[in-house]
T-cell receptor, first 109, second 114 residues
C-alpha cells in the first residue's frame, strides 16, 4: 500500500520568512496530493491540492510542487504570518488516502 | 451548507466497554472515510465506504472494530471491548467521489479509554 513520509517534523521560522515542507510517497499510482492544516483541537482543513497532471499550483502565499518521477511533493508558504502556525499534513491518494506524520510549523513574530 | 458532524465529541470509556461513534457526512457525499489520529500523529486510514458498500477495511486494527453505513448516509464506527491503546481521536471525512476528490473532515470524537 501507499506510504507517505514527511519532513521536517518541526519547523520554526521568523514572521515574513518562507517555510518549505517536503513529502515523498511510494505508490506510483497515486495521483491526488492534498495538504491539510490542523490547528490544535480542530479538524484538518484542506489548504491546497494538486493532481498528477500538473507540476505546480499556487494560491496566494501557498504553493505546491509535484515531481512524479521522483515521487515527491512540497508545500511552500511565503511571507509567513503567526496565524500560519499549525500542524500541516501531506497526503497521497489513488483509491484511498494516506497521510504523512505531520509538520508542526511555528511562526515567531 | 452543513459540514461533516460527529458525535459524541468526547467519550470516556472503561476498558472493556463497547462504544459507538457516529458520523453524519455532507449531504449527497457518496464516499465516507474513518481515520484514527493518535496524539502528535497524522490521521491513519481505518475504512471507507462508497454509498453503503464498505470497499476497504484494511486499516481496521482488529476485529473489535466494526463500521457500517446501512443507508449510504450516516455511518457508525463501533469498538468492542475497548482497550487503552484505542484512545485516540476518531475522524470522519466525506467526499463527493473517491480517491481524487477533496475530503472534508468532521471535528472528530476524542476517545479516552481508562
Amino acid at each position: 500500500g501507499e506510504n507517505v513520509e514527511q519532513h521536517p517534523s518541526t519547523l520554526s521560522v521568523q514572521e515574513g520568512d518562507s517555510a518549505v515542507i517536503k513529502c515523498t510517497y511510494s505508490d506510483s499510482a497515486s495521483n491526488y496530493f492534498p495538504w491539510y492544516k490542523q490547528e490544535l483541537g480542530k479538524r484538518p482543513q484542506l489548504i491546497i491540492d494538486i493532481r498528477s497532471n500538473v507540476g505546480e499550483k499556487k494560491d496566494q502565499r501557498i504553493a505546491v510542487t509535484l515531481n512524479k518521477t521522483a515521487k515527491h511533493f512540497s508545500l511552500h508558504i511565503t511571507e509567513t504570518q503567526p496565524e500560519d502556525s499549525a500542524v500541516y499534513f501531506c497526503a497521497a491518494s489513488f483509491n484511498d488516502m494516506r497521510f504523512g506524520a505531520g509538520t508542526r510549523l511555528t511562526v515567531k513574530p | 451548507g452543513a459540514g461533516v458532524s460527529q458525535s459524541p465529541r468526547y467519550k470516556v470509556a472503561k476498558r472493556g466497554q463497547d462504544v459507538a461513534l457516529r458520523c453524519d457526512p455532507i449531504s449527497g457525499h457518496v464516499s465516507l472515510f474513518w481515520y484514527q489520529q493518535a496524539l502528535g500523529q497524522g490521521p491513519e486510514f481505518l475504512t471507507y465506504f462508497q454509498n453503503e458498500a464498505q470497499l476497504d477495511k484494511s486499516g481496521l486494527p482488529s476485529d473489535r472494530f466494526f463500521a457500517e453505513r446501512p443507508e449510504g448516509s450516516v455511518s457508525t464506527l463501533k469498538i468492542q471491548r475497548t482497550q487503552q491503546e484505542d484512545s485516540a481521536v476518531y475522524l470522519c471525512a466525506s467526499s463527493s467521489d473517491w480517491g481524487q476528490e477533496t475530503q472534508y473532515f468532521g471535528p472528530g470524537t476524542r476517545l479516552l479509554v481508562l
